[in-house]
């Protein structure tokens, strides 16, 4: 359906444009508004930092898996941080949850807390610019794990914890009816009040192999785990 008129990118978007991907007049672009909405169009007019985008044509398209996952993810440094949600939002998550643990890397104050959801949501973008999603997962302000676990406790959907000791792998598990919640642990693992608040709150031990994974390799892998046996994979 072609719309009238034109369109200005955001400056976010209007530097990846013309400086990261350097296109030009003429040239179509794709672009999304993050809940499920894109169009196609042709860059207009590159005046500074202005990119106007006309001709805008919607398209139907649903990139989204079939499967639901909330990623619980400790925070861990910075750059592991920023990692683990590109690559989560390029793997399909719904929702990125991150946790303060006992043995969490990284300690937020709320002003700090505040200013990484705030980075974090632009790595969530730039990662559905790159992934072409069109609906941007919700990432959600950090909180302790206690206090998140204690939330999830009613929570009927299937609810996985990765622990070196897990009871099972993920293949023997049932497929989810709803969504999956998928807790990771920091680089030093979960504290024993932790994962035993965990398993009292309804959550299923599991792991990956034979092996300790890093915090932000497990995080991958247990995501493509779940995309592959139950989601669009």
Request: aromatic content about 4%; proline content about 4%; hydrophobic content about 40%.
């Amino acid at each position: 359906m072609p719309f009238s008129g034109s369109f200005d990118l955001p400056p976010d978007a209007a530097h990846h444009a013309s400086r990261v991907l350097r296109l030009r007049v003429g040239d179509t672009v794709e672009i999304f508004d993050g809940i499920g909405n894109e169009c196609h169009g042709l860059i207009a007019d590159l005046s500074g930092k202005r990119v106007t985008v006309t001709d805008l044509t919607a398209t139907d398209i649903n990139r989204e898996s079939s499967l639901q996952v909330v990623l619980a993810q400790a925070l861990s440094g910075s750059e592991k941080m920023d990692w683990v949600i590109q690559k989560a939002t390029e793997l399909g998550v719904a929702e990125i949850q991150p946790i303060d643990t006992e043995r969490s890397m990284a300690k937020l104050s709320a002003e700090r807390a505040a200013k990484r959801l705030e980075h974090w949501q632009q790595v969530v973008i730039s990662a559905c610019e790159q992934c072409g999603r069109n609906v941007l997962p919700k990432i959600h302000a950090p909180l302790d794990i206690m206090v998140w676990l204690q939330q999830t406790r009613a929570t009927p959907d299937a609810k996985f914890i990765l622990l070196p000791e897990g009871a099972s792998s993920l293949h023997g598990q049932s497929k989810p009816p709803g969504k999956a919640t998928l807790l990771i642990g920091a680089e030093g693992g979960f504290s024993q009040a932790e994962s035993s608040t965990a398993l009292h709150c309804g959550f299923t031990s599991i792991r990956l192999g034979s092996r300790v994974l890093r915090t932000e390799t497990a995080a991958i892998a247990g995501l493509a785990a779940l995309q592959t046996l139950w989601g669009d994979f």
